[in-house]
């Protein structure tokens, strides 16, 4: 089994992103977004296990595949829900307009969860530069959820 991240490496992961970004830009000005995509895994990795373990007590329970499905898609059954649209697997996939994508899957997540009180709707993913450049293109927010994809952030995973 693989070490637990800890909160150096975890740092360390942070600056090596950002700086791997910014090109001639300054590091600091990638932190929100860098932030931003590994709440998302954060938040899609403890999704995932929650609906792991929810689902083999359904099973045990004796409920069709169908039902099944149909309870794990309750919202109520989840600490924090993770709507279809903003799960990891769907936003690896998606291939058009990242930035919008992303943009538009943390409203359904502030939506679906009253508790994050309109905070994940404060990044702008399709924020333009003054020359109407994005200020971090498809193709930078791609390479920054793959850096993330093999990263694993559940409670057991990390050290901190």
């Given at each position: 089994?693989?070490d ?11 600056d090596?992103?950002c ?13 929100e ?8 895994k ?11 373990v ?31 649209m903003?799960?990891w697997?769907e936003?690896t996939?998606?291939q ?9 899957a943390?409203?359904?997540i ?8 309109g ?7 399709t ?25 694993i ?5 990390l050290?901190?």
């Amino acid at each position: 089994m693989r070490d637990k991240l800890s909160a150096a490496e975890f740092d360390r992961l942070l600056d090596e992103t950002c700086d791997s970004l910014r090109g001639n830009r300054e590091a600091e000005e990638f932190k929100e977004y860098v932030v931003a995509i590994l709440f998302l895994k954060r938040l899609n990795d403890r999704f995932r296990l929650e609906r792991e373990v929810r689902r083999n007590k359904l099973m045990e329970k004796g409920l069709s595949p169908a039902q099944i499905d149909e309870e794990l898609e309750k919202r109520e059954s989840y600490r924090l829900f993770v709507p279809k649209m903003a799960r990891w697997d769907e936003v690896t996939g998606e291939q058009e307009d990242l930035g919008a994508y992303l943009s538009k899957a943390f409203r359904e997540i502030d939506a679906s969860n009253r508790g994050c009180l309109g905070l994940l709707n404060t990044i702008d993913f399709t924020r333009t530069t003054e020359s109407g450049d994005r200020f971090i293109t498809n193709n930078e927010l791609a390479q920054l959820i793959k850096g993330f994809e093999g990263l694993i952030l559940t409670d057991d995973h990390l050290a901190f």
